[in-house]
């Protein structure tokens, strides 16, 4: 197989939460190999320095900043660095989130707004302190990575699967305000995606089974799957495309 390579991405700032490892990594590699200058934070610094150092090795343009995305300041101090070493941000992928498993009767109001800070927060935030970049350079992409959790249902992730479905929510919200800007926003809503975390703790022979069961496609989806379809989105090739969400699971939903 081969793949585009979207030359509309070269020499573009490109900010992804979350870009350490899983789906994040897989989104700031395909954007290393378009050309554009990659920024991204995350909390684990060993794979995420690892990761950014591979790829500047191979001659990308990449800054990875150490951020918790539910500290705000901290988030946004992190943007601006990133602004200030690879130029003003025309893209913005809003990856970063947590699949905590959780007891619906053992959740507090602490932990819902801690899965909601993970989850959700961040991407208003962080689309607050890049959409001036877009709004000043005449336009810019935002991609949000939803879920299809909300979609399949799951007795453990209920807060999880709220705050992954308002991805949605905010996508055409901030599609409709700012496209006036020539800012698109959509939405990739990912199915059951083989991260390593994945398949580290859920993947068993009964998560197995469901895929043979419910996928159109048999083949266990990966974070290239997802990559891929937000190269596109957030390439001049989608320029006709916003407010929209599209569900990328192998055909499980
Ligand atoms: N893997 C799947 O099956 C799947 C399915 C549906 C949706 N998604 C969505 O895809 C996106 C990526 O998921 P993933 O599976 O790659 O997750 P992952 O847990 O493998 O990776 C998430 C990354 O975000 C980072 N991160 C977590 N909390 C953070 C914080 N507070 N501050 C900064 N960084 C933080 C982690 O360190 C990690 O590098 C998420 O938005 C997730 O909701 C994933």
Redesign the pocket.
């Known amino acids: 197989m081969s793949f585009a390579t979207y030359p509309s991405h070269q020499n573009r700032t490109v900010f992804v939460?979350?870009?350490?490892?899983?789906?994040?990594?897989a989104i700031v590699r395909a954007f290393c190999g378009t050309g554009a200058r990659v920024g991204f934070?995350?909390?684990?610094e060993a794979?995420?320095r690892a990761l950014a150092d591979e790829l500047t090795k191979a001659g990308g343009t990449v800054r990875y900043e150490n951020?918790?995305?539910?500290d705000t300041a901290a988030l946004t101090a992190a943007i601006g660095r990133i602004r200030d070493a690879l130029g003003p941000i025309t893209v913005l992928v809003n990856?970063?989130?947590?699949?905590q498993r959780h007891d619906f009767f053992a959740v507090t109001p602490a932990y819902f707004d801690e899965r909601i800070a993970?989850?959700l927060k961040h991407a208003f935030f962080a689309a607050q302190a890049i959409v001036p970049d877009m709004q000043a350079a005449g336009g810019g992409a935002i991609v949000n990575?939803?879920?299809?959790?909300y979609l399949m249902g799951s007795d453990d992730l209920t807060v999880y699967g709220a705050a992954?479905s308002a991805a949605i929510g905010l996508t055409r919200m901030l599609a409709r305000q700012f496209g006036k800007d020539g800012i698109r926003v959509n939405c990739i809503v990912?199915?059951?995606?083989m991260?390593?975390?994945?398949l580290d703790l859920w993947v068993t022979p009964d998560g197995e089974r469901q895929i043979a069961e419910r996928q159109c496609l048999k083949r266990k989806l990966v974070?290239d799957d997802?990559a891929r379809p937000v190269l596109f989105l957030a390439s001049d090739e989608a320029g006709g495309m916003t407010n929209q969400s599209i569900i990328v699971d192998g055909g499980w939903v």
Do not use: C, E, F, L
């Open positions: 939460s979350g870009g350490g490892s899983g789906i994040g990594a934070v995350d909390i684990a794979p995420s951020a918790d995305v539910t990856n970063a989130a947590h699949d993970v989850n990575i939803g879920s299809a959790s992954k990912p199915g059951w995606i991260t390593q975390r994945q974070p997802i």
